[in-house]
């Protein structure tokens, strides 16, 4: 059996503290954002090719695992000493069982319906053996079909599918919506993603589902820069979404269609405002909501459009 405690550390505080506890002889640290579902949340991301701007939240809730038997206090104690600073006070004290911490981490992930699209995790038995079952391991990956901005996808494309076209699935994470795309019928399908386990772990959900999608980094996708699709989504951050506007619009063809998401409600005017002065083409509404998440989307007119806007 382990105890497990929280304490409470500012961004600047952050690394000092979770090396000096493990150091003392904590098992584990783990991080959240204190300010999680309140106004005052924020994210962490990184762009393509760089280092995220901050590495910690505003307000830090560190959950410290330790021995059932260990001292809480000495060990706070013990980091402090090493840190020449006073102890933070130890709130949320619990005892944890020992378990078997792979099948308690995959029971969280059931399968989920949307529309007639299963996502299944791939260790479930898909419910309904007829429908569009999309077999998924996140591995080291984001995307299980848990999150309402993945969510908001899935219902847009299966509301639209993709049949026939070219889909661009930038920042692809588990390959959840590029392998959707392809299961409704797309025929050409590319994920692009900075993090290399994203793209590995994608490629594999890809071949378990039997679908053809090309998976690749971003230094690779540039080396295209003229190639166009008829679908492109993009389900990542507000911030990161908004600094890609112009590389995203200028990758929908003349009358193909965007697909945005990761953006909250209040976020969603500023994205509008972004993606039409990166290309006065651009056409974008908020489609979707759930949760405070929406999901935004629209057109790039043809090119003479505005030239001739009264044809």
Same mark, same amino acid.
């Given at each position: 059996?382990?105890?497990?405690?929280?304490?409470?550390?500012?961004?600047?505080?952050?690394?000092?503290?979770?090396?000096?506890?493990?150091?003392?002889?904590?098992?584990?640290?783990?991080?959240?954002?204190?300010?999680?579902?309140?106004?005052?949340?924020?994210?962490?991301?990184?762009?393509?090719?760089?280092?995220?701007?901050?590495?910690?939240?505003?307000?830090?809730?560190?959950?410290?695992?330790?021995?059932?038997?260990?001292?809480?206090?000495?060990?706070?104690?013990?980091?402090?000493? /090493?840190? @020449?600073? %006073?102890?933070? !006070?130890?709130?949320?004290?619990? #005892?944890?069982?020992?378990?078997?911490? &792979? $099948?308690? =981490?995959?029971?969280?992930?059931?399968?989920?319906?949307?529309?007639?699209?299963?996502?299944?995790?791939?260790?479930?038995?898909?419910?309904?053996?007829?429908?569009?079952?999309?077999?998924?391991?996140?591995?080291?990956?984001?995307?299980?079909?848990?999150?309402?901005?993945?969510?908001?996808?899935?219902?847009?494309?299966?509301?639209?599918?993709?049949?026939?076209?070219?889909?661009?699935?930038?920042?692809?994470?588990?390959?959840?919506?590029?392998?959707?795309?392809?299961?409704?019928?797309?025929?050409?399908?590319?994920?692009? /993603?900075? @993090?290399? %386990?994203?793209? !590995?772990?994608?490629?594999?959900? #890809?071949?378990?589902?039997?679908?053809? &999608? $090309?998976? =690749?980094?971003?230094?690779?996708?540039?080396?295209?820069?003229?190639?166009?699709?008829?679908?492109?989504?993009?389900?990542?951050?507000?911030?990161?979404?908004?600094?890609?506007?112009?590389?995203?619009?200028?990758?929908?063809?003349?009358?193909?269609?965007?697909?945005?998401?990761?953006?909250?409600?209040?976020?969603a005017q500023a994205i509008i405002d972004t993606f039409l002065r990166a290309d006065p083409r651009m056409a974008l509404?908020?489609?979707?909501?759930?949760?405070?998440?929406?999901?935004?989307?629209?057109?790039?007119?043809?090119? /003479?459009?505005?030239?001739?806007?009264?044809?």
């Amino acid at each position: 059996m382990f105890a497990e405690f929280q304490i409470l550390l500012p961004a600047d505080a952050l690394d000092a503290w979770t090396d000096a506890l493990l150091a003392a002889g904590a098992l584990s640290v783990s991080v959240e954002d204190d300010d999680r579902d309140t106004p005052d949340e924020s994210a962490l991301y990184g762009e393509p090719g760089e280092e995220p701007p901050d590495p910690a939240w505003r307000n830090n809730r560190v959950s410290v695992l330790v021995d059932r038997d260990a001292d809480i206090g000495d060990l706070l104690a013990t980091a402090a000493r /090493d840190l @020449d600073a %006073a102890p933070p !006070a130890a709130i949320a004290c619990k #005892a944890v069982d020992d378990c078997d911490w &792979v $099948r308690q =981490t995959q029971a969280q992930f059931a399968p989920i319906a949307v529309g007639r699209i299963w996502i299944v995790p791939s260790w479930h038995t898909p419910p309904d053996p007829q429908a569009i079952n999309i077999r998924i391991d996140p591995g080291a990956a984001f995307g299980t079909g848990a999150h309402p901005t993945t969510r908001l996808c899935l219902q847009w494309m299966e509301r639209n599918p993709p049949t026939g076209l070219s889909v661009l699935d930038y920042g692809c994470g588990s390959g959840i919506l590029s392998i959707c795309a392809a299961a409704l019928g797309a025929a050409d399908v590319v994920g692009v /993603d900075i @993090d290399p %386990a994203a793209i !590995a772990t994608a490629g594999h959900n #890809a071949q378990e589902n039997r679908v053809t &999608v $090309r998976y =690749t980094a971003p230094e690779a996708f540039a080396e295209e820069p003229e190639r166009r699709f008829d679908l492109v989504i993009a389900n990542i951050l507000a911030n990161p979404i908004m600094v890609l506007a112009p590389m995203l619009a200028h990758r929908v063809r003349p009358g193909g269609t965007i697909l945005l998401s990761g953006i909250l409600e209040r976020q969603a005017q500023a994205i509008i405002d972004t993606f039409l002065r990166a290309d006065p083409r651009m056409a974008l509404a908020v489609v979707a909501q759930d949760e405070g998440w929406v999901a935004i989307a629209g057109t790039r007119q043809a090119d /003479d459009t505005l030239r001739n806007p009264n044809p």
